[in-house]
């Protein structure tokens, strides 16, 4: 065999490529960096873990096709996904505030037709990357504390008990400054309904953190629903701090940048139909994730 020219030996196989199928021996397979069985070729399967980020199995077959002339099947790409892996996001600054939020996935259950809504938690650190976890708040728990936290983090959150459990459990409480956000703060004053002006005073209170002038604001109102408000306010009391000072500060006021990652992972789960087997999850969680964080391309196939 002359120098340059390629190796005739060993065991072939074919290659979906971006140039189209190729026949590959098993020394040009090593050469390309293709795991042993592999019939996709890296950039193709990049490929594959992009569309099935954003789009149904099924869509991402036609689509694949549609763009690069390949075709694989919806099934094969699922098995691409399942066996990668996708690494966890690390940030590349000092983390000074994250906010933690719910999610909810359609679960595929035994009966006919029947499905169950389930939770999933995710986490954002601002400015920089996010995570999300099926059923799993001590990966969450463990992914954060590997991140280059600063000594006071600011933590937000809504109301829910599991967020703030989950918080809890990130940094010591002289590690972690908590913040109750603002616009669930707001969205729960206005849940009373009556009471207009006097829930604009209620409001301009707790803005600059006076939570006992808001409580005796409500003092001379009535009904289930003041009162619902009145036991949120002294729950979260430690919680609701002076947002007007907090905004001057540019400390954080709103979780709305984990909101926004729950709303753009929710646009892959629950695609119109879409079920999953609670074993499934977490992989597309972490497709998902990856894809957000812009670091899809560092994944490998298994």
Known sequence: MADGEPSQSGRKRQVKTGVGTVTVNSKQAKKLGLKKGTQISPVISKCCWVLSANESYQQAEKDLELLTGIKVGHSSIHRLVQRSEFPEAQSSHPVTALSVSGGKVRLRTEGKGSCEWRDYKA???H?????????????????????????????????HDGIWNIIAQ????NG?????DWYDLVENIYKIGDYKKRLRQVKSSLWHG??????ELLASCHGQKVQNFRAYLTKHCHRIVNYDLYQFLGIPIGSGEVESVVKRIGSRLKLSGAQWLPTSVNQM??????????????????
Do not use: H, M
Request: charged fraction near 20%; aromatic fraction near 8%; hydrophobic fraction near 45%.
């Open 127 to 159: 400015g920089e990357v996010c995570g999300a976890y099926f059923q799993d708040n001590a990966a969450l728990v463990e992914w954060v504390k590997q991140q280059p936290l600063t000594a006071i983090i600011t933590c937000l959150g809504d109301g």
């Open 210 to 215: 006076f939570i006992d002038e808001a409580l």
């Open 285 to 302: 969680l972490r497709l998902r994730c990856a894809y957000l964080n812009g670091n899809l391309f560092l994944s490998t196939i298994t």
């Open 123 to 125: 986490v954002s650190l």
């Open 176 to 180: 972690r400054r908590e913040v109750l």
């Open 170 to 173: 990130l940094r010591p409480e």
